[in-house]
């Protein structure tokens, strides 16, 4: 039998890393894991990785699936082997990229259930050094996720994991390969007799066959017991019963893999602990239609309160037409008394600029001005605290907040003749390419001058990203956020007709008056606009309504 491949100092670093991915929620892979990845120059994952993993790799990383996909050929379990073995050694035969890895990433724990075990030998066969990172595995994540803990001192202290397949199993297309007939060894008069907690994994399909061995071999029918199915991710769904009744929820719900079933006592404690299934917004599926940069902040939040987000981004940032005349006001920015920005896409706009041209803080006016928190934050982001925040993002209200703070701070001037005097004063406003004039307007009638220069300019996308069509086609949006005008224009312009009619049924959320003008005049009115016309106020707006419709239901 071959051993474990001993200390070459030709290879002192692992060749191969068996890397488990946890159950799906990308906040439970490991840090050991993410930088791994980041290493690796193949990986090969199968269908239950979540494919956002991917993002922790290298552009030049070579990506493998070897998932079942409909239609095409899946790859067996001594092909995956081959495969592993194959990659390992073209890159032990390359001299010139040290220090990479080839990463075989695997659903929930590689040693679990997983084949896993098989893929190690098949590497100390081939003699190459391998290392092993553990995942969260299904068994353990999904009980927690649903509520329930495996083991309870009042309840039970063992807890058992089987593996609930049979060979004619096939519809389980959540695992890469069928894992053989393993549950042909589960000895289910041992298991009855044991009790405690015990985790079947890919055994829905397999439920009613289970459960009535149990029962056949002692196991008390009002067991308590509960399905999990994609546990951890947005989508999670929970089935409860006893052993007696489980199947059959199951399958009135139908619910398919992957999905993992938990019998035993402890189920009975998840009415009172099902915290991940009651956040507010669980359940619902929300379409965020902002800029890729930006949209992240929202959707953050909004998964974090337990939604499921599809992004789709509107608005493209890209270079002013006047590129120039942007650098140049940049390059003479301490000549102004403030610089005014009216978004974080001005700020970060800016601040590449003053990158390309070797600026940096110290080359800001004296006075910066931001309107809104979330243009104060990415200014805070780049080092800089704004003097001036307005309170709302309406640039009414910071033309007003301008005025009071200039005339303020000149004691030259009689306190109230001179309240709305601002001559004598440079404004800079960096902003979009078309912006709203009222800023400028008020700010000039109030005696300023006012330099107006484009800093970005805005574009609609291509196209919308498939999953976010393909959720409006089969009606699974709930909520639609639209954070400007041009995120309502430019979906408007961007979908199909039909597909226009379905975003009229949805629950439209809008961030402010000018943005609600424009959806009423596309057709589809607001169904809630945000008291806050800012990110926290249009997520503290849905959750109400949210909360409120589910009570009145
Ligand atoms: N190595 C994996 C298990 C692979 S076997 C692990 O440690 O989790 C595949 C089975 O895992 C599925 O049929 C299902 O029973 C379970 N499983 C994996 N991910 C799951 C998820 N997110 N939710 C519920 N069950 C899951």
Redesign the pocket.
Known sequence: MATTPSFNPKYPLPIAVLV?AG??DIGLFTLAGARTLALASVVIYDA?ANPDLLAFCSPEAELIYVGKRAGLHSFTQPEINALLVKKCREYMARPDCPGRCIVRL?????????R?GEEAQALTQAQIPFAVIP?????I??PAYAGIPVTHRDFTSTVTFI???QQEDSS?K??AVP?GDESSNVDYPALAKLGGTLV?????KNLPHITQRLMDCGLNADTPAAV??????PE?QTVAGTVKTIAQLAQKAEIK????TIIGKVVSVREQMNWFESRPLFGQTILVTRTRQQASTLSDKLLELGARVIEAPTIEIAKPTDRQAALTAIQDMTNYDCVVFTSANGVQSAHQAMIALELDARDFAATVAAIGPATADALNSIGITPDIVSTDAISEELALELINYFSRIDPAKEPDAAKLDLSGYRFLLLRAEIARPSLVKMLRNAGAAVDDVPIYQTRIPESLPENAIEALQNGAVDWITFTSASTAKNLFTMLPENLRSVVGKCRRLSIGPTTSRALAELGWPATLEAQHHDIPGMVHAMVEETLRSAGAS
């Open positions: 488990g159950p799906g239950l695997k659903g929930g724990d590689p040693f679990v259930f997983g896993g995942g969260i595995t299904a068994g994540a999904g593996t609930g397949h389980d959540s695992s894992s079947f994994y890919m055994g829905v999990v199915r994609m546990a951890t991710h999670q893999a992957p999905a993992i």
